[in-house]
């Protein structure tokens, strides 16, 4: 059932405002409307002023400071209640701006040293592959080296540059070559450190990159370098674990209060959102909204006792206009809650028009059970899902569970009724069926013919409604098309007693009768076209009752597949392989039990029973409410 | 050699019927997975349009079904 929702419009002077939106958000039962969307309402849509406009940018700003921060420190792994005080923006701000150059700090020193991590090991192999040319005159004092990397296919100019080094030095310079691998070649030059402008100048002349090292690193000869290249390689993890230290100890200390202001400003930043959608005159402003009706005159009683008598709450008339933009509040009893969500995955129902949540609850655990139908698969998947219901507080996935434990359970009795758990191992241990063995040839028309009447009874009760519901729409198509269907319906089934012999063959001639005029009213719906389109609709009507054979086909593919993982455990040979085998192909068919009954029985529900009378199309009820406390002062 | 038959028959019946539904529920489902990339809440409307095709195995399984009791 839908919840009755009353159109309201509240009238109040611009300078109560921000009191009046307070208000509501403490209320939280009010889903505000856009003016521009309620014709009924004469006003100007709400300018904001340049103030106002600045202070929601200021706000913006300040809170995605807040959240770079927290993702830069890790976040707040757990909430705790913290008051805000009526300062916190000031607070928020100062926070900010005492923790930014902390945490900016930390961050350039960890990727340094995280760069530095990855790229030294990159120099060591070079350093290496100059390692077995160093001359003596490297360890001379006075002396400087200088590696140079040149491929292969340039070494013409490393003769050019070596020829002008020693010109340049006079002989004093020394230079050692050799074939690092097949396309490289490294040369060390070692020389009188006051030759250094003039060497890195040719060098730099002729284009010749020399191997350039991190600053941290010694300088010296290549085996000198390299070993402070292994001290600095040990030492960057002890660094990299002081800095992690100092920003879980910064994290540790101002995570939560980083996300307390960033909630309390993002909600806020949400509650002036919705100024966009009101009204205003020169001197007042104009709200419209939805509300339950049972919340009117409390909410009426406390905007009054905010601001006094300056301030008008009132119903407004619920035009046809309105009528198709009322929010939607489904409310159905505790055991049918979890099926809103099934109904919401697919659409809202329109309002004051039938929510088909109770239906679902009552069919769709009854068509689960039916496909599934196995007392030891039922068993298993009640306690997998009752276990897991415990670690979940809600959401959908908790309400899925609950009815996959509902399912579970007509899953047990139906299992009863056909003999079976997993499979035909209950049979093989003694377990007789109460009904009938579905899985026996004998069997396998009345099953057919269970699920083909089931399929019936569903889509007869959708058509009753269907047309209930078009009577009280008043919609002559609807009623033509869903009353033409239920008729025509009427006449199969009486064609197919008489068949069947379970009616006298004299009421063959109204059988046919009905099914025409069943027909006949279905393409009246249509116009002239109904004349093709009324025989087509009723094809398809025919093909709504087949499809509920699924309950008797994934019901069987399921039976045998819990046979075959029986039978080949029984043929293994070896006790352990064979069990092992039977629990891995049981373990796959359970989890199609879970899925493939689930999916099935929520199609025959979608396709075949709301397209009877189910008219969605709802909007969600989203009241204006704050996310966090109200009550701290703020 | 009717038995046979009759099983191949039935096979057939719901095989191709298979072939054709996972053909359509191919299409939509790629459709479907960029739909709901963009658009989560259209989640309820691409399952049922999944699902639509799959009225055809059914069918193909009502037809295997007669095959086998009134054929064998």
């Known amino acids: ?634 | 050699m009717d038995a046979g038959l009759t099983a191949i028959g039935a096979g057939l019946a719901v095989g191709l019927a298979a072939i054709g539904t996972g053909l359509a529920q191919a299409r939509i489902g790629s459709a479907g997975a960029g739909v709901i990339a963009e658009k989560p809440e259209a989640l309820g409307s691409i399952i049922l349009l999944v699902a639509i095709p799959e009225t055809m195995v059914i069918l193909g399984f009502a037809v295997a079904a007669m095959v086998l009791l009134l054929g064998g």
């Open chain 1, 1 to 634: 059932m839908n919840v009755e929702m009353l159109p309201i419009e509240i009238i109040g002077l611009k300078r109560d405002l921000q009191n009046i939106l307070h208000a509501l958000r403490k209320l939280g039962c009010v889903h505000i409307e856009e003016l521009v969307e309620t014709q009924e309402i004469s006003a100007r849509p709400l300018t904001l002023d340049r103030e106002m406009l600045q202070e929601q940018e200021e706000l913006g700003f300040l809170a995605a400071r807040l959240q770079g921060l927290l993702d830069n420190l890790g976040g707040a792994s757990h909430r705790l209640d913290i008051t805000l005080e009526q300062d916190y923006r000031l607070q928020a701000r100062q926070g900010v701006e005492t923790l930014l150059p902390k945490v900016q700090t930390l961050i350039n020193r960890s990727e340094k040293l995280k760069s530095e991590l990855a790229s030294l090991p990159r120099y060591e192999a070079s350093l290496r592959a100059l390692l077995p040319i160093i001359p003596q005159s490297a360890r001379l004092p006075g002396n400087r080296s200088i590696g140079v990397l040149v491929s292969r296919e340039h070494v013409g100019v490393l003769e050019a540059v070596a020829k002008h080094i020693l010109d340049l030095t006079a002989g004093r310079a020394e230079l050692v070559a050799r074939d690092v691998d097949k396309s490289t070649r490294a040369m060390l030059i070692v020389f009188p450190v006051e030759f250094t402008q003039e060497i890195e100048s040719l060098l730099g002349r002729e284009d010749v990159s020399r191997l350039r090292l991190p600053t941290e690193l010694e300088d010296g000869p290549p085996d000198v370098i390299l070993a402070s290249l292994h001290r600095r390689m040990a030492a960057i993890p002890d660094e990299l674990e002081i800095v992690e230290a100092m920003q879980a100890e910064l994290a540790a200390e101002w995570c939560q209060k980083l996300a307390a202001w960033r909630d309390a400003l993002q909600d806020e930043l949400e509650a002036s959102s919705v100024l966009s959608c009101l009204g205003e005159t020169d001197l007042t402003f104009v709200l419209v909204g939805w509300i339950p009706a049972k919340e009117f005159s409390q909410v009426q009683q406390s905007l009054q006792e905010q601001v006094g008598e300056t301030i008008l709450v009132r119903q407004i008339p619920l035009t046809s206009t309105l009528r198709k933009r009322v929010p939607i509040i489904l409310r159905n009893p505790q055991p049918a809650k979890p099926f809103e969500s099934l109904v919401n995955l697919l659409a809202l129902p329109r309002y004051g028009h039938l929510d088909p949540t109770r239906l679902m609850a009552l069919f769709l655990p009854i068509f689960f059970g039916m496909i599934l139908g196995d007392v030891g698969y039922g068993l298993l998947l009640l306690l997998i899902s009752l276990g897991l219901t415990r670690k979940l507080n809600s959401g959908v996935a908790r309400d899925v569970l609950i009815i996959l434990a509902i399912g579970a359970g007509w899953s047990i009795l139906f299992g009863f009724l056909y003999g079976e758990a997993f499979g035909t191992l209950g049979e093989q241990l003694g377990m007789h069926a109460l009904w009938f063995e579905r899985a026996s040839a004998e069997h396998l028309a009345g099953l057919l013919v269970m699920t083909l009447a089931v399929g019936a009874i569903h889509l007869t009760l959708g058509l009753i409604l269907g047309v209930w519901e078009a009577y009280k729409e008043k919609n002559r198509t609807h009623l033509l098309d869903r009353g033409g269907m239920l008729v025509g319906l009427m006449g199969l089934f009486l064609i197919v007693a008489v068949l069947t012999d379970f009616l006298p063959s004299s009421l063959m001639t109204p059988a046919i009768a009905l099914l025409i005029l069943g027909i006949v009213l279905m393409g009246a719906s249509l116009g002239w076209l109904g004349i093709l389109m009324g025989p087509i609709e009723f094809i398809g009507l025919i093909g709504n009752i087949l499809s509920y054979l699924r309950i008797a086909a994934i019901g069987l593919a399921s039976v045998y597949l819990a046979k075959v993982a029986n039978d080949i455990a029984g043929m293994a040979g070896n006790l352990i392989v064979g069990i092992i085998i039977a629990l891995l192909i049981h373990a796959l068919n359970l989890v199609l039990g879970a899925f493939s009954p689930t999916i099935h029985s929520l199609r025959l529900h979608y396709v075949e029973f709301f397209r009877k009378f189910y008219e969605s199309g709802g909007r969600p009820y989203q009241p204006f409410k704050s996310r966090i406390p109200l009550d701290q002062g703020l």
